[in-house]
């Protein structure tokens, strides 16, 4: 129990500090090929980090129509699901619209690719002996957002789920996964500062009849909070702070129980500039710090990890042609440090009681472009990796491809 206690634990929460820290992260093409985060850029999607935001973005229609993967990941690490017939990833259609209306803003959201932390659940689980993989969601049911008029005030509502039966020689396991996520924003000092709350309630159990692992109260609390600072000119610097607190204890058959806890807390800076009227840079620096901890109960020796990282990336989007613009990004971590103490699997040297990780620094590169069909019609694309290859496809359909997401955005008044 105590080697499932801790492989959860580091995978639920480890990735938060280099990664996002918000519970309902999501970014549209544009954002996808600059590289950067929801936080970082003035941008439609901003109300995925704060509902409120809705006040801003009054009335759109997204849909993104397709994003190629070799193979889908299958539950549990196994070969893979592979794409479907044409060639785009199971799960990767998907959109809604928001609209401004007498009474307030609202807008609903349909299939968005899930991102939190039962997937980390499922590989955990589907590590331990005996215990079939948990069937983590491949997407949210629904992404519901309301916004009032006057003070820019914004809820949020998200559920996703997904339940399966797997028989193996002849033992059958039960799995159920869901979570729920509750968010409240405002703007406030006349837009200038975002602030954010969100409430995410993951669940799951996984039941062979004679072992079954379930959540034991788990819940995580997120904070956001994004000052907008006019630095003069066509300048502007994007601050953002964010904290997530985690609590995603066990409980296992005959009584077993560990507690798992998780601190993460990440600061911001991003400069967005518009050196001339064609031309959009965004430059960032980051510090991340998250701590964890496992701790069987009754009795049992506790585990930890620390993990602090340094991220920056850099991102051009230029009107390049009349109705075409041209994105490319960079992203890396300048320091990336992990600790474990007694001593967590995804961490481990024989023998061991302490032992320190430090990345690579492998950079990212991201591309992409944007097509504005109509003046409220836009389409967007991120370039595959493979391009340098071969690029054989226009749109995704083989691993040589020149588009590896793309969408569509309807602005209207």
């Known amino acids: 129990m105590k080697k ?22 999501t970014r549209d093409s544009r954002m996808a090929g600059m590289g950067v985060a ?24 997204y849909g993104e129509l397709g994003t190629y993967t070799a193979a ?73 957002f309301y916004a009032t008029h006057g003070m820019p005030l914004g809820f949020y509502l998200s559920y996703a789920s997904r339940a399966a039966d797997v028989k193996t020689a002849g033992v059958k ?14 703007l406030v000092m006349n837009n200038m500062l975002d602030v954010a709350l969100n409430l995410g309630m993951p669940s799951f159990e996984t ?63 991003a400069v967005n500039s518009m050196p001339n009227p064609n031309t959009l840079l965004v430059a960032g620096v980051g510090i991340a710090s998250t701590s964890t901890e496992a701790k069987p109960k009754p009795a049992g020796s506790k585990t930890t990890t620390s993990n602090l990282t340094i ?32 001593v967590d699997p995804t961490c481990t040297t024989a023998g061991a009681s302490k032992v320190t990780k430090v990345a690579d620094g492998t950079a990212t590169v991201s591309m992409g472009f944007g097509w504005a069909v109509a003046d409220n019609l836009m389409l967007d694309a991120v370039i595959n990796q493979d391009i340098l290859f071969s690029g054989t496809y226009v749109v995704s359909g083989v691993a040589e491809t020149l588009s590896s997401m793309l969408s569509a955005t309807y602005r209207f008044k």
């Not at 209306?101 to 499922?122: D, E, I, K």
Request: with cysteine; charged share 10%.
């Open 38 to 61: 929801n936080w970082q850029i003035e941008d439609d999607f901003n109300i995925f980090i704060n509902p409120a935001q809705l006040s801003n973005y009054k009335n759109n229609v």
């Open 207 to 269: 039941n062979n009849g004679t072992t079954k692992v379930q959540t034991d109260g788990a819940i995580n609390v997120a904070l956001l909070g994004r000052l907008h600072t006019g630095l003069g000119g066509n300048a502007k610097l994007l601050t953002t702070g964010q904290i997530l607190l985690g609590d995603a204890s066990l409980k296992a058959t005959g009584g077993t129980k560990v507690g798992l806890t998780s601190n993460t807390i990440r600061v911001d800076t």
């Open 72 to 144: 889908n990941p299958s539950i549990g690490g196994g070969a893979g699901l592979g794409p479907n017939q044409d060639g785009i990833g199971f799960g990767s259609q998907w959109g809604g619209m928001n609209m401004d209306v007498s009474y307030g803003g609202w807008g609903v959201y349909l299939g968005r690719p899930y991102a939190g932390p039962l997937n980390a659940a499922a590989t955990a689980i589907g590590g331990l002996p005996g215990v079939a993989p948990l069937t983590a969601p491949l997407d949210n049911r629904f992404d519901l």
């Open 311 to 342: 991220p920056v990336n850099v991102a051009v989007e230029h009107q390049t042609f009349k109705v075409v613009k041209t994105r490319i990004g960079l992203s890396s971590a300048l320091y990336n440090t992990t600790d474990c103490k007694n």
């Open 173 to 186: 396991t039960t799995n159920d996964a869901s979570e729920i996520n509750l968010g409240v924003g405002g």
């Open 4 to 25: 499932l206690a801790a492989v959860f634990l580091t995978l639920l929460f480890a990735s938060t500090a280099s990664a996002q820290v918000i519970s309902n992260p």
